[in-house]
């Protein structure tokens, strides 16, 4: 099994066992709330009807129930894009309870390999998932699909991990992050600011963030610089 194959096998572990564990806004764990970023964005879209979301690597629904409970008295869709089955089926369940199904429609795909629209979307969000792609090459094709899938006027809200370390609690050694890209915060901001550079930076923000998660039993803290990368076009 090469690396990624791998690493997307004990990513499905991790979030399957989350997704069983926890339920969506119930305290315990990041499904708690949505992303407030993520959330407070939607203020730039007030009184627009038929407005067109993508939310890539979508999860369970913890940004797109409570954006779809926005936009479905106007006749909004956000679109659900995400590489488990798992975590679509559990979506699909959320929404009803939600009473959001008509506003959510899923697609089962990695995110690299997943065709956007050109010119469909208001708003595209991605919450630590583009750096889930198989290669750098792959992330920046996605961000160039990305921005050819927004309209004039349109958001992307970026959230997205950097200079990841995984450090077993009990031992304090440093592990491989299981991760496809982990770029340095440097970089991937680099990398950012030099794709979207003719769009209107609305915020950039960097976050210390550290996670207490178990992978195979083992006890880990996850360290990451989150970025927060939200631009106009």
């Given at each position: 099994?090469?690396?990624?194959?791998?690493?997307?096998?004990?990513?499905?572990?991790?979030?399957?066992?989350?997704?069983?564990?926890?339920?969506?806004?119930?305290?315990?764990?990041?499904?708690?709330?949505?992303?407030?970023?993520?959330?407070?964005?939607?203020?730039?879209?007030?009184?627009q009807?038929?407005?067109?979301?993508?939310?890539?690597?979508?999860?369970?629904?913890?940004?797109s129930?409570?954006?779809?409970?926005?936009?479905?008295?106007?006749?909004?869709?956000?679109?659900?894009?995400?590489?488990?089955?798992?975590?679509?089926?559990?979506?699909?369940?959320?929404?009803?309870?939600?009473?959001?199904?008509?506003?959510?429609?899923?697609?089962?795909?990695?995110?690299?390999?997943?065709?956007?629209?050109?010119?469909?979307?208001?708003?595209?969000?991605?919450?630590?998932?583009?750096?889930?792609v198989?290669?750098?090459?792959?992330?920046?094709?996605?961000?160039?699909?990305?921005?050819?899938?927004?309209?004039?006027?349109?958001?992307?809200?970026?959230?997205?991990?950097?200079?990841?370390?995984?450090?077993?609690?009990?031992?304090?050694?440093?592990?491989?992050a299981?991760?496809?890209?982990?770029?340095?915060?440097e970089?991937?901001?680099?990398?950012?600011?030099?794709?979207?550079?003719?769009?209107?930076?609305?915020?950039?923000?960097?976050?210390?963030?550290?996670?207490?998660?178990?992978?195979?039993?083992?006890?880990?803290?996850?360290?990451?610089?989150?970025?927060?990368?939200?631009?106009?076009?």
């Open positions: 099994m090469n690396r990624i194959d791998y690493i997307r096998q004990e990513e499905k572990k991790y979030h399957d066992l989350c997704y069983e564990q926890y339920k969506l806004f119930e305290a315990g764990s990041w499904l708690f709330k949505p992303v407030k970023t993520v959330m407070d964005l939607m203020n730039h879209f007030d009184g009807n038929n407005l067109q979301v993508l939310d890539l690597g979508s999860g369970v629904g913890r940004n129930i409570p954006i779809a409970k926005k936009i479905k008295n106007t006749r909004g869709t956000v679109t659900c894009a995400d590489l488990l089955n798992s975590a679509l089926t559990k979506l699909q369940i959320y929404s009803k309870e939600h009473d959001v199904c008509e506003a959510i429609k899923t697609e089962e795909a990695a995110i690299e390999n997943y065709h956007i629209d050109s010119n469909a979307y208001d708003y595209i969000v991605a919450v630590s998932s583009l750096e889930h198989r290669s750098e090459e792959d992330f920046k094709n996605v961000l160039h699909s990305m921005k050819r899938g927004t309209k004039n006027g349109g958001i992307n809200c970026l959230i997205i991990n950097s200079n990841i370390q995984e450090i077993d609690s009990i031992t304090n050694e440093e592990l491989e299981l991760i496809e890209i982990n770029l340095s915060t970089e991937m901001i680099s990398t950012l600011k030099s794709i979207y550079k003719e769009w209107k930076e609305l915020k950039v923000e960097i976050k210390e963030l550290a996670y207490d998660i178990v992978r195979n039993e083992r006890h880990i803290q996850l360290k990451t610089n989150a970025i927060s990368f939200v631009v106009q076009k």
